[in-house]
């Protein structure tokens, strides 16, 4: 109380000390970021060494040794807690250490999402985790990736099953897979009907269309599609129709669609840290568009318990 009048005091603990020094922190490495991008645009730095960093999650099979990534080399592995990377210490380490490599591989979808927030002034190639970035992010940054399965996956799956017609729901950025989604339908024998969907309010007039003219559809595009009112969205549209939902994530499937690519992470990163390997300077970097890549190891994964409901009801799965 001071002259009458009640005075909060805020107590100087050492959370809140630690908290204010962790947003210093945050603040001065995004900063420092910034400031690095505009030297090196002007001309007046480069990094003193042409490192490129491989980001990793931080599990044993990740391992330095397991990737065939020397501790002196030039690809450095820089490994990381999925649940530490909304800690804002954690992320300064992380900037100060990514933004002055010459590129960073970015391996899986935690790594791919949290470049996308942060690293928005570095040269980046996603190796899997495509369907955590917007596509229009991609575009605007230059960005590449790979997405970790064959162009054929779903396409397989959809011979098997009988169906004839795939409808492929894509958003802006994911337009250059489109001649290899058309080229492996076609050695397969399956017909696939293109939509774009521009925008999340383009999404229920697309799908719509698709339901009405196709068997199964494909969702190849960003989070648009793939999370949020997005995804709900389509999954109620799926199963209310009985049409087939194939989503690039496997963790898709226990919400309910019936079928989504399951990678093998090491996979993954072991054919990242090859494209990590080679890309040192302009000529080595992998270009800014996304491709298929059937390398990696992996699994469709496919929703028994829907696909056996499905086809014991009378019509089944269209």
């Excluded at 890549?293 to 009378?314: F, I, M, Q, Y």
Aim: aromatic letters at 6%; proline letters at 6%.
């Amino acid at each position: 109380m001071e002259g009458g009048i009640p005075v909060a005091r805020l107590q100087d603990t050492g959370d809140e000390r630690q908290g204010g020094a962790a947003h210093r922190l945050y603040r001065a490495a995004r900063l420092g970021r910034h400031l690095l991008t505009l030297c090196a645009a002007a001309g007046l730095w480069r990094p003193a060494a042409a490192e490129v960093a491989l980001f990793v999650e931080a599990r044993p099979e990740l391992s330095a040794a397991a990737l065939g990534v020397p501790e002196d080399g030039a690809v450095r592995l820089r490994r990381f807690e999925p649940r530490e990377l909304a800690d804002p210490i954690v992320s300064g380490r992380l900037l100060s250490r990514l933004q002055a490599a010459d590129g960073v591989v970015a391996v899986g979808g935690d790594a791919a999402a949290w470049a996308a927030r942060e690293l928005d002034g570095a040269r980046v190639h996603l190796a899997g985790g495509l369907s955590r970035v917007p596509g229009a992010t991609l575009k605007a940054r230059g960005w590449g990736g790979s997405l970790p399965f064959p162009a054929g996956a779903f396409l397989d799956l959809a011979r098997a099953e009988g169906w004839k017609r795939v409808g492929v729901l894509y958003t802006p950025g994911y337009e250059g897979l489109l001649p290899a989604v058309r080229a492996a339908a076609a050695a397969r024998g399956v017909a696939v009907v293109l939509r774009a969907a521009a925008g999340r309010q383009d999404i229920p007039a697309a799908a719509q269309a698709l339901a009405k003219e196709c068997e199964a559809l494909w969702l190849l595009g960003d989070p648009a599609l793939t999370a949020g009112a997005g995804f709900d969205y389509l999954l109620e549209l799926s199963l209310s129709r009985r049409l087939p939902l194939l989503a690039p994530d496997a963790e898709a499937v226990t919400a309910g669609a019936y079928a989504a690519w399951e990678p093998d992470l090491k996979a993954v990163a072991l054919r990242a840290a090859e494209v990590a390997k080679a890309a040192h300077g302009d000529a080595g970097w992998p270009p800014g568009r996304l491709v298929f890549d059937g390398a990696p190891a992996g699994r469709l994964r496919v929703n028994e318990v829907l696909k056996r409901r499905w086809s014991a009801t009378p019509g089944g799965s269209r």
